[in-house]
T-cell receptor, first 113, second 108 residues
Framework: KAGVTQTPRYLIKTRGQQVTLSCSPI?????VSWYQQTPGQGLQFLFEYFSETQRNKGNFPGRFSGRQFSNSRSEMNVSTLELGDSALYLC????????????FGDGTRLSIL | AQRVTQPEKLLSVFKGAPVELKCNYS??????LFWYVQYSRQRLQLLLR??SRESIKGFTADLNKGETSFHLKKPFAQEEDSAMYYC??????????FGPGTSLSVIP
Protein backbone atom coordinates (compact mmCIF):
# COMPACT_ATOMS: atom_id res chain seq x y z
CA LYS A 1 0.00 0.00 0.00
CA ALA A 2 1.29 3.45 -0.84
CA GLY A 3 1.76 5.68 2.18
CA VAL A 4 0.43 9.15 2.79
CA THR A 5 1.64 11.46 0.05
CA GLN A 6 2.05 15.18 0.50
CA THR A 7 2.81 17.67 -2.25
CA PRO A 8 4.76 19.74 -2.73
CA ARG A 9 7.65 18.78 -0.46
CA TYR A 10 9.01 22.32 -0.30
CA LEU A 11 7.49 25.74 -0.85
CA ILE A 12 8.85 29.24 -0.61
CA LYS A 13 6.39 32.10 -0.39
CA THR A 14 6.43 35.74 0.64
CA ARG A 15 4.35 37.49 3.25
CA GLY A 16 0.81 38.22 2.21
CA GLN A 17 0.61 35.42 -0.34
CA GLN A 18 -1.57 32.38 0.01
CA VAL A 19 -0.66 28.73 -0.33
CA THR A 20 -2.40 25.41 -0.89
CA LEU A 21 -0.94 22.12 0.30
CA SER A 22 -2.17 18.73 -0.81
CA CYS A 23 -2.44 15.38 0.96
CA SER A 24 -3.37 12.01 -0.50
CA PRO A 25 -4.21 9.52 2.26
CA ILE A 26 -3.58 5.82 2.25
CA UNK A 27 -6.10 4.07 0.03
CA UNK A 28 -9.24 3.33 2.02
CA UNK A 29 -8.47 5.84 4.74
CA UNK A 30 -11.25 8.37 5.16
CA UNK A 31 -9.92 10.48 8.00
CA VAL A 32 -7.27 13.10 7.27
CA SER A 33 -5.66 15.32 9.89
CA TRP A 34 -3.28 18.22 9.51
CA TYR A 35 -0.55 19.33 11.88
CA GLN A 36 1.91 22.19 12.03
CA GLN A 37 5.38 21.41 13.32
CA THR A 38 7.76 24.17 14.41
CA PRO A 39 10.86 24.11 16.63
CA GLY A 40 9.21 26.41 19.14
CA GLN A 41 5.70 24.99 19.36
CA GLY A 42 6.27 21.39 18.35
CA LEU A 43 3.46 19.47 16.71
CA GLN A 44 0.13 21.26 16.82
CA PHE A 45 -3.19 19.96 15.58
CA LEU A 46 -4.81 22.05 12.86
CA PHE A 47 -7.97 20.18 11.83
CA GLU A 48 -9.39 16.81 10.90
CA TYR A 49 -11.67 15.82 8.05
CA PHE A 50 -13.83 12.78 7.56
CA SER A 51 -16.13 12.20 4.60
CA GLU A 52 -15.63 15.76 3.38
CA THR A 53 -16.65 17.24 6.75
CA GLN A 54 -14.45 19.00 9.24
CA ARG A 55 -14.99 17.22 12.55
CA ASN A 56 -12.35 18.81 14.71
CA LYS A 57 -10.36 22.00 14.73
CA GLY A 58 -7.34 23.22 16.65
CA ASN A 59 -6.58 26.72 17.87
CA PHE A 60 -5.45 28.36 14.68
CA PRO A 61 -6.72 31.57 13.09
CA GLY A 62 -9.24 31.54 10.28
CA ARG A 63 -6.46 32.09 7.75
CA PHE A 64 -5.91 28.35 8.00
CA SER A 65 -8.57 26.36 6.24
CA GLY A 66 -8.97 23.01 4.62
CA ARG A 67 -11.22 20.76 2.69
CA GLN A 68 -11.59 17.14 1.77
CA PHE A 69 -12.75 15.73 -1.51
CA SER A 70 -14.95 12.72 -2.19
CA ASN A 71 -11.85 10.57 -2.84
CA SER A 72 -10.59 11.53 0.66
CA ARG A 73 -7.76 13.66 -0.68
CA SER A 74 -7.40 16.80 1.35
CA GLU A 75 -6.05 20.28 0.81
CA MET A 76 -4.99 22.86 3.31
CA ASN A 77 -4.97 26.55 2.51
CA VAL A 78 -3.24 29.36 4.33
CA SER A 79 -4.09 32.90 3.28
CA THR A 80 -2.26 36.14 3.98
CA LEU A 81 0.92 34.33 4.93
CA GLU A 82 2.95 35.57 7.88
CA LEU A 83 6.57 34.89 8.75
CA GLY A 84 5.40 32.77 11.67
CA ASP A 85 3.66 30.37 9.32
CA SER A 86 7.04 28.96 8.31
CA ALA A 87 6.82 25.36 9.41
CA LEU A 88 6.61 21.74 8.41
CA TYR A 89 2.99 20.85 7.69
CA LEU A 90 2.19 17.22 8.27
CA CYS A 91 -0.77 15.27 7.09
CA UNK A 92 -1.90 12.02 8.69
CA UNK A 93 -4.58 9.56 7.70
CA UNK A 94 -6.47 6.75 9.36
CA UNK A 95 -9.40 4.54 8.46
CA UNK A 96 -12.10 6.31 10.41
CA UNK A 97 -10.32 8.55 12.88
CA UNK A 98 -11.80 6.53 15.68
CA UNK A 99 -9.58 3.89 17.24
CA UNK A 100 -6.92 3.30 14.62
CA UNK A 101 -3.53 5.01 14.80
CA UNK A 102 -2.59 7.66 12.28
CA UNK A 103 -0.11 7.27 9.45
CA PHE A 104 1.93 10.34 8.65
CA GLY A 105 3.27 11.77 5.42
CA ASP A 106 6.70 13.32 4.97
CA GLY A 107 5.28 16.81 5.21
CA THR A 108 5.50 20.01 3.24
CA ARG A 109 8.14 22.45 4.39
CA LEU A 110 6.82 25.96 3.96
CA SER A 111 9.22 28.89 4.18
CA ILE A 112 7.97 32.45 4.27
CA LEU A 113 10.35 35.22 3.19
CA ALA B 1 -7.00 21.34 30.03
CA GLN B 2 -5.69 18.67 27.71
CA ARG B 3 -1.95 18.54 27.77
CA VAL B 4 1.01 16.22 27.29
CA THR B 5 4.34 16.90 28.91
CA GLN B 6 7.70 15.30 28.31
CA PRO B 7 10.11 16.74 30.85
CA GLU B 8 13.32 15.83 29.06
CA LYS B 9 14.13 17.53 25.78
CA LEU B 10 17.30 15.53 25.45
CA LEU B 11 18.24 12.17 26.94
CA SER B 12 21.57 10.45 26.50
CA VAL B 13 22.23 6.88 27.57
CA PHE B 14 24.98 4.37 26.89
CA LYS B 15 24.37 1.38 24.68
CA GLY B 16 23.10 -1.50 26.77
CA ALA B 17 21.79 0.74 29.54
CA PRO B 18 18.11 0.93 30.43
CA VAL B 19 16.17 3.85 29.06
CA GLU B 20 13.00 5.53 30.27
CA LEU B 21 11.32 8.36 28.43
CA LYS B 22 8.82 10.14 30.61
CA CYS B 23 5.38 11.26 29.59
CA ASN B 24 2.61 12.77 31.69
CA TYR B 25 -0.79 13.82 30.50
CA SER B 26 -3.72 15.90 31.61
CA UNK B 27 -7.14 14.82 30.38
CA UNK B 28 -10.48 14.48 32.11
CA UNK B 29 -11.80 11.70 29.89
CA UNK B 30 -10.61 8.19 29.20
CA UNK B 31 -7.20 8.66 27.57
CA UNK B 32 -5.88 6.95 24.51
CA LEU B 33 -2.12 7.27 24.47
CA PHE B 34 0.54 6.64 21.89
CA TRP B 35 4.27 6.85 21.42
CA TYR B 36 5.47 8.04 18.04
CA VAL B 37 9.07 7.93 16.87
CA GLN B 38 10.89 9.87 14.21
CA TYR B 39 14.25 8.52 13.09
CA SER B 40 16.67 10.77 11.27
CA ARG B 41 15.33 11.69 7.83
CA GLN B 42 12.28 9.47 8.20
CA ARG B 43 8.63 10.24 8.69
CA LEU B 44 6.88 10.20 12.00
CA GLN B 45 5.65 6.69 12.75
CA LEU B 46 3.70 4.95 15.44
CA LEU B 47 5.82 3.04 17.92
CA LEU B 48 3.14 1.70 20.23
CA ARG B 49 -0.22 2.46 21.77
CA UNK B 50 -1.42 1.73 25.26
CA UNK B 51 -4.52 -0.11 24.10
CA SER B 52 -2.42 -2.78 22.41
CA ARG B 53 -0.27 -3.53 25.45
CA GLU B 54 2.46 -4.79 23.14
CA SER B 55 6.22 -4.53 22.96
CA ILE B 56 7.69 -3.00 19.83
CA LYS B 57 11.44 -3.03 19.19
CA GLY B 58 11.88 -3.95 22.85
CA PHE B 59 9.97 -0.88 24.06
CA THR B 60 7.03 -1.08 26.42
CA ALA B 61 4.82 1.56 27.98
CA ASP B 62 2.29 1.22 30.75
CA LEU B 63 -0.57 3.57 31.32
CA ASN B 64 -0.74 4.65 34.95
CA LYS B 65 -4.00 6.49 35.40
CA GLY B 66 -3.27 7.31 39.03
CA GLU B 67 -0.07 9.13 38.12
CA THR B 68 -1.41 10.17 34.69
CA SER B 69 1.75 8.84 33.12
CA PHE B 70 2.67 6.76 30.10
CA HIS B 71 6.42 6.31 30.34
CA LEU B 72 8.29 4.50 27.59
CA LYS B 73 10.87 1.94 28.70
CA LYS B 74 13.46 -0.33 27.21
CA PRO B 75 15.79 -2.50 29.29
CA PHE B 76 18.80 -2.33 26.96
CA ALA B 77 19.25 0.64 24.64
CA GLN B 78 20.62 0.12 21.14
CA GLU B 79 22.31 2.67 18.88
CA GLU B 80 19.46 2.39 16.39
CA ASP B 81 17.09 3.64 19.08
CA SER B 82 18.52 7.14 18.70
CA ALA B 83 15.60 9.23 17.50
CA MET B 84 13.00 11.78 18.49
CA TYR B 85 10.19 10.34 20.58
CA TYR B 86 6.78 11.94 20.96
CA CYS B 87 4.13 11.01 23.45
CA UNK B 88 0.62 11.71 22.17
CA UNK B 89 -2.87 11.85 23.61
CA UNK B 90 -5.88 11.24 21.44
CA UNK B 91 -9.02 12.96 22.65
CA UNK B 92 -11.60 12.62 19.92
CA UNK B 93 -11.86 12.06 16.20
CA UNK B 94 -8.16 12.09 15.57
CA UNK B 95 -7.57 15.25 17.56
CA UNK B 96 -4.18 14.26 18.81
CA UNK B 97 -2.19 16.34 21.23
CA PHE B 98 1.52 15.78 21.04
CA GLY B 99 4.10 16.34 23.71
CA PRO B 100 7.16 18.45 22.89
CA GLY B 101 9.27 15.39 22.24
CA THR B 102 12.40 13.87 23.71
CA SER B 103 15.51 13.41 21.64
CA LEU B 104 17.14 10.13 22.64
CA SER B 105 20.81 9.69 21.92
CA VAL B 106 22.37 6.28 22.52
CA ILE B 107 26.10 6.51 22.99
CA PRO B 108 28.08 3.55 21.63
Amino acid sequence: KAGVTQTPRYLIKTRGQQVTLSCSPISGHRSVSWYQQTPGQGLQFLFEYFSETQRNKGNFPGRFSGRQFSNSRSEMNVSTLELGDSALYLCASSLTGDVEPQHFGDGTRLSIL
Amino acid sequence: AQRVTQPEKLLSVFKGAPVELKCNYSYSGSPELFWYVQYSRQRLQLLLRHISRESIKGFTADLNKGETSFHLKKPFAQEEDSAMYYCALKTSYDKVIFGPGTSLSVIP
